[in-house]
């Protein structure tokens, strides 16, 4: 069954170091995002790609870089990790269906604690 | 800005009963709109999704409403179980740009 993947599912780093969160996608779907999800503020949007070489900033981009060398996966680059940067994070693929629908489906998230 | 607020935060209600989950956005144009369910340390599952041009959509014991000129969706739960309990998340998705804006969600908790 085509899945989404999110690796690892726990992480736990200091302020400052460099943290690359993997998402990887057997959907086929040309669409990924990237989400983070802190108590109170439910999911927001942090960088998105419509296809290969494409990538968008969301909401809540600052500190954050993707790059998508291919259609299967998504890496989530923490350049030099803060405190506020401690969080969930999600990614999520989509494609719109023949009925011209947009579904989003979710990977089961990462864990991050910056100390 | 898209804004989305989801009232009440937190809800306890005994096994059996009828109950209603609300989801207000502040900008009507709007693409679709889900209502996902989110398991503890799990990640996020569609529930249902109901476009713009829609009033409603049924799947099974739920049925999510849409009134999008009034900027309100409910998603209601009939016959509640223990099974139900876990935090549910509405969300629209923009007209004019691809992405998904969320609520910040409502935790259910079903009591056997």
């Known amino acids: 069954d085509a899945e989404i993947t999110q690796s690892p599912r726990h992480k736990i780093t200091e302020t400052g170091r460099q943290v690359t969160l993997a998402c990887h996608q057997t959907w086929n779907h040309n669409n990924m995002f990237w989400y983070r999800q802190d108590l109170g503020h439910g999911l927001r949007l942090i960088h998105y790609?419509?296809?290969?070489?494409?990538?968008n900033k969301g909401e809540v981009s600052d500190g954050y870089s993707v790059s998508r060398s291919n259609t299967e996966d998504l890496p989530l680059t923490l350049e030099s990790a803060a405190s506020s940067q401690t969080s969930v994070y999600f990614c999520?693929?989509?494609?719109?269906?023949?009925?011209?629908?947009?579904?989003?489906?979710f990977g089961p998230g990462t864990r991050l604690l910056v100390l | 800005k898209q804004e989305v607020t989801q009232i009440p935060a937190a809800l306890s209600v005994p096994e059996g009963e009828n109950l209603v989950l609300n989801c207000s956005f502040t900008?009507?144009?709007?693409?679709?709109l889900q209502w996902f369910r989110q398991d503890p340390g799990k990640g996020l599952t569609s529930l249902l999704l109901?476009?713009?041009?829609?009033r409603e959509q049924t799947s099974g014991r739920l049925n999510a409403s849409l009134d999008k000129s009034s900027g309100r969706s409910t998603l209601y739960i009939a016959a509640s179980q223990p099974g139900d309990s876990a935090t549910y998340l509405c969300?629209?998705?923009?007209?004019?740009?691809?992405?998904?804006?969320f609520g910040s969600g409502t935790q259910l908790t079903v009591l056997p």
């Open positions: 109901i476009q713009s041009s829609q």
């Open positions: 790609s419509y296809g290969v070489h494409d990538t």
């Open positions: 900008d009507s144009a709007i693409y679709n």
């Open positions: 999520a693929s989509s494609e719109i269906g023949s009925s011209g629908i947009e579904t989003q489906y």
């Open positions: 969300a629209v998705l923009r007209g004019s740009a691809r992405q998904l804006t």
